[in-house]
């Protein structure tokens, strides 16, 4: 544990006092504080600044808005605060919503964490980057961080709670900085503190900060204040205590270690303190509810606080149930403090929660407490409704006293559905006839919107904004259709989407079709025939033609593959015949829909257009089911319903997998085409399997394999684990990056070995293969033996070839996220000799995920660290100008994230995928708006109206492909091109030190120029 002391070195920030008072002027009467600082945010970095983009140039954000945090009702309006989506204002009587995103919008960051409306209308927003205000008339946020506002603690906001007296509270959270000096381990690089503190809206100033302060007394060691740096929740009671929620906090140990081995300096960051703590602004009287001495009860972790009207608090816990603070006072577990976990099941029913993980807290006008749990971070268990009758000793404190209790649990199973579920209720508010109710998807990283739920019907109204808006923030691949000027956008678990300029329309790789038949008996679970209203074998094959076929039973979530048709013989039928066997009991009319395909696989991957319009986007095996293999499948141990190479014809989706095409395995990460308008897939799972490259040629029907075991002699291939793939616009030759994979040898002894082998990079020049590898005398820099490459890009103005790669220190740890740098190799494309390439290394930036050239022919390098680390990233983009390298990333930029995962050009324009927070666009010429003056802000928010879900139309069996068979290598099919002379060699970029451009410089603090907001004039609501 910290000593006071120790606490004590993490300095605030200096300010910069004559700029924020200026500042804050213009906030207390209203004034445009954006047109004086808010306006550097969306600055492109102008040259002036150190940067290559121009300052002419804007950003814009395309985001999903439902991955839900807080919900807060105004009369009809619902303000709805989004992990990565910014803030969302749903109108309840239309069902259309008004999305805000960072930058155009005024916001900082796009994932806001909490969200209060105050008592003169102004709604206040939490955000990772600030803490941002909507004026009452105004459709514009202002933002607010340390460097514009003396005393602000944090920049990172988690927590906002109004108080009467016009204060409000606000919570922070710890944030990693790189120059903050961390005396311990004697070297730079410190987690800032967070804590609370009051701001005062009418002058912008602010007063009451706290921070954890640990002391030694008689009675041993405890907080004296708040137990953590890092707020989750804050909530007045109805008496006006102010409850404050927490979780751990980092601080340095000598004696920790982040892994088996130490990384270079002593010790490492781990985790302290957390839970509860309540203050009282009458007598400025600090309590604390902490799992440490105070029992089993108290959590370290805490989630939700909701109070209610004669001044109790519930406590959500991240673990521990649902803790209740009866009155402001000292208490344990054994002292009587009423607490409700996960009852006890008798027979089918349990009475009590259903899970101690707590999402959300509700109590409504009845005193009914209603609770998001789930059985685990991840497992929903939808809503428990607790009528207490205000009685609390028979609460789970109670235990098996012996006395009968008078607590009625009722339960909500979210959209009806029962069982476990991906949606963890996180939001609440049932005050209401309507109540409303937001979800996050903890297992995938998305979320499932909100719901409206009318209680006395039973009855669920979706609203989503990814119903007409980007589905996800998961980005995969983006590509763009110059014919028909469409963006087509792939996602790690949300299929595709198709972008025209106004709408999205997106589809799943499973669409529920038409009603096709309705179960006529009740059948139990176990079963593997269902009796339907299907009369005859003729209709049968008109619901049919083309099986195996597959259907979802209403409620039931199962993908269920219809497998033939009985027909009624003796009074008994007809039946469908459905394989697996029914998961659950199914009931007399429950309606049957046809399952429709879409793409190859939830989880898609690259996506590539072809000169004819025609789609095609990889995808990743995810659903495993031996049940409704096939036969060719069982055989490879392949039974995956999803994966292989999808095909959007312009009408519909057809499908190719190991049944009807030569692909080699259906994890499809990489997709291009050549200048023949052949389709190169490429398999691999990025770590340790993969099984080499299929190209098909769509106009012949034809596929050609390549295998990294039976390449010809002279020839070879880096490795069967494709990472990604780079076409020469000029030659057509096709380059590939390559990752190892895993291979057994046999011992003389009949023992196996396990081995990595392959890497590097290849070229195919439309005769042979060619390979580069480290242990081929190759000089880039990538991690293992040979090299394990992850992207490559083909840059025909400077005669190179880029690689993206990884490299990892000999202490190296992934889930740390320490040791592990981002590369970017490069060499000539007219004559790489494998001493001749030269690498630039980002230290602990993770990997180089993709490489694109931009209009300007500048090379843009997107790193990531697969969100893993507990000390961040610099990450972000980097950028080489020809002479200089430049880092672009949240700091000095209005990026959305700092983990990219694509950059895909467009025009003018960049479009940068990330991990987990949507997509940002940045145009060096912007279009030409009516705006008087116009800035780098951009013109609208991207909220379409009107688009619907897709469901594409089943694939005609005529439209299977057919495949060649032979050898591994079909030469009489190898995609050739014609060869052009190259240009001659460029100089070899010599890049400096990356440098990244000044945001202070770029507009408002340090410069004479006056910053002016960009005012929106065209606005979409968005009508389901």
Not at 409 to 436: C, H, R
Not at 537 to 550: C, H
Not at 773 to 791: I, L, M, P, Q
Request: with cysteine; glycine share 12%; charged share 20%.
């Amino acid at each position: 544990m910290l000593d006071t002391s120790t606490i004590g070195r993490i300095r605030r920030l200096a300010r910069v006092a004559a700029v924020v008072a200026l500042a804050w002027a213009a906030l207390a009467t209203g004034g445009p504080l954006a047109e004086r600082l808010g306006a550097r945010w969306v600055s492109a970095g102008p040259e002036a600044a150190g940067g290559p983009l121009p300052a002419s140039g804007r950003w814009m954000t395309y985001a999903n808005g439902d991955r839900i945090q807080r919900i807060v009702r105004v009369g009809e309006s619902a303000w709805v605060a989004t992990d990565g989506g910014g803030v969302v204002r749903w109108d309840l009587r239309s069902g259309g919503f008004r999305q805000y995103l960072a930058p155009q919008d005024g916001l900082r960051s796009n994932r806001v964490n909490d969200i209060e409306v105050a008592a003169d209308g102004t709604v206040w927003a939490a955000t990772s980057l600030g803490l941002s205000r909507l004026v009452p008339g105004e459709d514009a946020w202002h933002t607010i961080s340390p460097e514009v506002s003396p005393g602000m603690p944090a920049r990172v906001v988690t927590a906002v709670e109004p108080s009467a007296d016009g204060y409000l509270w606000v919570g922070f959270a710890q944030e990693w900085d790189p120059n903050l000096y961390n005396a311990k381990a004697r070297t730079n690089g410190a987690f800032k503190g967070g804590g609370i503190a009051r701001f005062r809206p009418a002058d912008g100033t602010w007063d009451k900060a706290f921070r954890p302060v640990f002391e030694r007394t008689a009675d041993g060691e405890k907080f004296t204040h708040i137990p953590s740096e890092n707020v989750t929740e804050l909530e007045l009671s109805s008496a006006g205590v102010l409850y404050v929620g927490t979780r751990p906090y980092f601080v340095w140990d000598l004696n920790a270690c982040g892994d088996s081995e130490c990384i270079s300096a002593p010790g490492y960051w781990v985790w302290t303190g957390g839970g509860l703590a309540g203050f009282n602004p009458a007598d400025s009287k600090w309590i604390s509810w902490l799992p440490t001495g105070g029992g089993a009860c108290f959590s370290d972790h805490i989630t939700d606080l909701e109070p209610d009207v004669d001044g109790r608090m519930w406590v959500g816990t991240a673990g521990r149930g649902v803790l209740l603070i009866l009155k402001f006072q000292k208490s344990s577990c054994n002292s009587g403090t009423p607490y409700y976990v996960r009852g006890r099941k008798i027979g089918d029913q349990i009475k009590g929660l259903r899970g101690n993980w707590i999402g959300s807290i509700a109590v409504d006008t009845a005193g009914r407490v209603w609770i998001g749990h789930g059985n685990g971070y991840d497992t929903g268990q939808g809503i428990a409704v607790l009528t207490h009758n205000n009685t609390f000793g028979d609460s789970s404190a109670a235990g098996d006293n012996g006395f009968a209790s008078d607590d009625i649990w009722d339960y909500v199973d979210f959209d009806g559905i029962s069982g476990d579920s991906d949606a963890m209720v996180t939001a609440l508010v049932v005050n209401d006839e309507l109540k409303l109710i937001g979800t996050r998807d903890h297992r995938h990283g998305g979320g499932f919107g909100m719901r409206g739920y009318r209680e006395d019907e039973a009855a669920w109204i979706p609203m989503r904004t990814g119903d007409t808006g980007l589905p996800s923030n998961q980005i995969a691949g983006i590509a763009h259709d110059p014919t028909k000027g469409e963006t087509w956008v792939s996602f790690r678990d949300r299929g595709v989407a198709r972008f025209d300029g106004t709408r999205w329309q997106s589809w799943r790789m499973f669409g529920e079709g038409a009603k096709v038949a309705t179960v006529t008996l009740d059948t139990r679970d176990g079963f593997d025939r269902l009796k339907v209203n299907v009369p005859d074998r003729a209709a049968f094959d008109r619901l049919f033609p083309v099986l195996p076929a597959f259907i979802r039973i209403e409620n039931d979530p199962t993908y269920y593959r219809v497998t033939g048709y009985t027909a009624e013989r003796a009074g008994i039928g007809p039946f469908l015949n459905i394989s697996p066997k029914l998961v659950r009991s199914v009931t007399k009319g429950t309606s049957v829909h046809q399952i429709y395909r879409g793409p190859a696989s939830d989880a898609s991957t690259q996506i590539a257009v072809g000169a004819d319009g025609r789609v095609w986007v990889g995808g990743r095996e995810t659903v495993w089911s031996y049940d409704t293999c096939t036969t060719k499948k069982r055989q490879l141990a392949q039974c995956y319903l999803d994966g292989g190479l999808g095909q959007w014809t312009g009408s519909d989706w057809e499908v190719f997998d190991l049944d009807n095409s030569q692909l080699p395995d259906q994890t499809v990460p990489a997709v291009a085409i050549d200048l023949q308008g052949r389709i190169w897939a490429g398999t691999g799972d990025g770590r340790s399997s993969g099984y080499g490259i299929a190209v098909y040629d769509a106009a012949a029907k034809t596929w050609v394999r390549y295998d990294y075991s039976a390449m010809p002699t002279g020839q070879k291939l880096g490795s069967n684990g494709i990472s990604d793939f780079g076409v020469d616009p000029q030659t057509g030759h096709v380059w590939a990056s390559h990752h190892p994979v895993v291979v057994w040898k046999e011992n003389l002894n009949g023992t196996f070995t396990r081995l990595y082998t392959g890497g590097g990079v290849s070229r195919f020049d439309g005769t042979a293969w060619k390979a580069w590898s480290k242990k081929t005398g190759a000089t880039f820099k990538a991690f293992g033996e040979e090299g394990e490459t992850t992207s490559v890009a083909v840059d025909r103005a400077r005669d190179r070839v880029w690689v993206g790669a990884w490299d990892g220190d000999p202490n190296f740890h992934w889930l740390d996220g320490y040791g592990v740098h981002a590369v970017v190799n490069w060499c000539a494309l007219s004559d790489c000799a494998p001493g001749a390439w030269e690498s630039k290394v980002f230290s602990e930036d993770g990997l180089v995920s993709d490489l694109a050239l931009d209009h300007a022919g500048r090379l843009w390098a997107g790193t990531h660290r697969n969100g893993a680390g507990k000390v961040p990233p610099v990450g972000g983009i980097k950028i080489f100008d020809g002479a200089d390298w430049f880092a672009y990333t949240p700091d000095n930029a209005p990026l959305p994230s700092n983990q990219i995962t694509v950059l895909t050009p467009r025009d003018t324009a960049m479009w940068v995928g990330t991990l987990t927070d949507g997509i940002a666009v940045y145009d060096a010429v912007p279009p030409m708006t009516s705006t008087p003056e116009p800035t780098a802000l951009p013109s609208f928010t991207p909220t379409p109206e009107g688009a619907e879900t897709a469901t594409p139309t089943p694939t005609d069996s005529d439209a299977t492909p057919t495949t060649t068979t032979g050898t591994a290598v079909a030469t009489s099919a190898t995609p050739g091109a014609t060869t052009a002379a190259p240009p001659s060699p460029s100089a070899s970029p010599t890049p400096t030190a990356t440098r990244s451009p000044a945001p202070a410089e770029a507009c408002g603090l340090g410069t004479a120029r006056v910053c002016r907001a960009f005012v929106p004039w065209a606005r979409q609501t968005c009508a389901r």
